[in-house]
């Protein structure tokens, strides 16, 4: 079964750093490309980062371009998302999804819509204070 789980997420102060992990499994993960994205309390969904398991290549939307960083270790089948100097606007549940073949290709680019991805996890709650 295709499950995508996110985790690490928790109570950070501002300025602080917090990494997430996405666990897969249930499918190719050298041949997809994992998203992701966060949703605020009475907001859309916004996508931060993709990363390219197939070729290594990687995507920033602005808000997280500078800040935060995505990585992958296919062995594993594991996508992290680094976060650093995080803000109170940064409260949010954070999620990763996956693009299966054979679009994962054309998945990193702008724009980062998760309603373009194949299956998305539930997510994990991050809340920055002040």
């Known amino acids: 079964e295709v499950q995508l789980q996110a985790s690490g997420g928790g109570l950070v102060q501002a300025g602080g750093s917090l990494t997430l992990s996405c666990k897969t499994s249930g499918f190719g993960f050298d041949v997809t490309a994992i998203g992701w994205f966060r949703q605020a309390p009475g907001k859309e969904y916004e996508g931060l980062s993709c990363?390219?398991?197939?070729?290594?290549?990687?995507y920033y939307t602005d808000v997280a371009k500078g800040r935060f960083h995505i990585s992958s270790d296919n062995a594993e089948n594991l996508v992290i998302l680094q976060m650093n100097s995080l803000k109170p606007e940064d409260t949010a549940v954070y999620h990763c999804a996956a693009i299966f073949p054979p679009d994962y290709g054309l998945a990193c680019r702008a724009p980062l819509l998760i309603s373009d991805y194949d299956n998305w996890g539930q997510g994990t709650q991050v809340t920055v204070s002040s």
């Open positions: 990363s390219d398991t197939s070729d290594g290549t990687t």
